[in-house]
């Protein structure tokens, strides 16, 4: 469900580590409800780019803008496969429900259980809500993120190659999730990966980011033959 909202603009916006530009006047405009794929080589800058849009990096040149206001927007943030320790002390229930506590009460309220046990229903882990975090499989944590990141009802989501090392039925499982809620409540997405395949069967736009610039268009136009051309490029 695209509008012609603007959500997320980056405005003429650069990025130089000490003696080491990654990318530089970037200009991108989003809509709410579009589902964007991120792609490009690796250390061309997709993951500086995404800690740029979540304010954890400050630019070197330009702006990211919040539409309408900064406060409208609500991000979620899905990391690339982490491990946790087997011993981390929190269930997968608790996991999901970290960021709702805090700011009024140390514990859930009802309502918030509620949109817990909803999530984790949604992702596929209503089963395992007792289990340890740090004991879960592979699949199971990039799920558990999943559900952490949705629980607080995001409208924009960022997957930072959050599929990376999961199986086909794993990765498709999540990817056809997030298209529902995109398709459904309108959630903006930016998927960062290297899968092209799933870049193509999910995202509508596309960023490709390489070291001479950037492109960006239609999926459609994210073609094999941009895309090994890039790539041959740099090896
Ligand atoms: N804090 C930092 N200080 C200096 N250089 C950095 C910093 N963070 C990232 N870089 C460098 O910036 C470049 C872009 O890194 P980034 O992680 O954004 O690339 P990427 O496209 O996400 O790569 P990959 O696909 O391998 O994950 C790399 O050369 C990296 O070493």
New binding site residues.
């Given amino acids: 469900m695209t509008t012609t909202a603007p959500i997320l603009k980056l405005d003429h916006l650069g990025m130089t ?2 003696g ?1 530009p ?1 990318f530089n006047d970037l200009n991108l405009t989003i809509h709410r409800g579009e589902f964007w794929s991120i792609v ?12 740029t849009i979540l304010h954890q ?1 400050r630019p070197t040149t330009g702006r990211v803008h919040y539409l309408p206001t900064s406060s409208t927007v609500r991000i979620g943030y899905v990391p ?1 496969f982490r491990n946790i320790d087997a011993d981390y002390p929190l269930s997968i229930r608790d996991f999901v429900g970290l960021n709702l506590t805090g700011w009024k009460l140390p514990w859930l309220s009802r309502r918030e259980r509620a949109r817990v046990t909803d999530i984790l229903a949604q992702t596929g882990l209503a089963q395992l809500v007792h289990r340890p975090i740090g004991q879960a499989s592979g699949g199971e944590k990039q799920k558990a993120y999943l559900a952490q990141a949705l629980v607080e009802r995001p409208n924009l989501l960022i997957l ?2 959050s599929t990376a090392s999961l199986d086909p039925v794993t990765k498709t499982e999540l990817l056809d999730l997030v298209q529902k809620i995109n398709q459904q409540m309108a959630l903006t997405v930016l998927f ?1 990966t ?1 899968d092209i395949p799933m870049a193509r069967r999910y995202a509508e736009q596309f960023l490709m ?1 390489t070291p001479q610039g950037s492109e960006q268009g239609p999926i459609a136009q994210l073609t094999d033959q941009k895309v090994w051309h890039e790539e041959a490029q740099h090896v």
């Fill in positions: 580590f000490p080491h990654v490009g080589e690796n250390g061309v800058g997709k993951t500086t780019l995404m800690r990096l690339q930072d190659e960062v290297h980011l």
